[in-house]
């Protein structure tokens, strides 16, 4: 009922910036929470970033570096990325929990993933 397209991602120099988009279409009624993880190989699946009504977290590892930011009239999230490090480089996903119906409970709802390469 929910569909996520991610964009943005790529291969750049260390130091360098991307930018992620993550374009939620469908049938929406509310969306609660919006996420950036990622998963680099060998490693578990860990929350980045993430933004609802009542403000947005970061990883202690990309804070200072990292932006999130949301366009609730395109239900799009973004993720700025700025100073990248080579331990940036993972496969990033969006996690949209959104609910359909005003009479429906949220699901989760994951994008497809984007890999973010840095290189030195």
């Known amino acids: 009922q929910v569909q996520l397209v991610e964009s943005g991602g790529g291969l750049v120099q260390a130091g360098g910036s991307l930018r992620l988009s993550c374009a939620a279409s469908?049938?929406?009624?509310?969306?609660?929470?919006m996420g950036w993880y990622r998963q680099a190989p060998g490693n578990q699946r860990e929350l980045v970033a993430s933004?609802?009504?009542?403000?947005?977290t970061y990883a202690d590892s990309v804070k200072g570096r990292f932006s999130i930011s949301r366009d609730n009239a395109k239900n799009t999230m973004y993720l700025q990325m700025n100073s990248l490090k080579l331990e940036d480089t993972a496969v990033y996903y969006c996690?949209?929990?959104?609910?359909?119906?005003?009479?429906?409970?949220?699901?989760?709802?994951w994008g497809q993933g984007t890999q973010v390469t840095v290189s030195s």
């Open positions: 469908g049938t929406i009624f509310r969306i609660d929470f």
């Open positions: 933004i609802t009504t009542g403000g947005s």
């Open positions: 996690l949209v929990k959104a609910a359909s119906y005003s009479y429906t409970n949220q699901n989760n709802y």
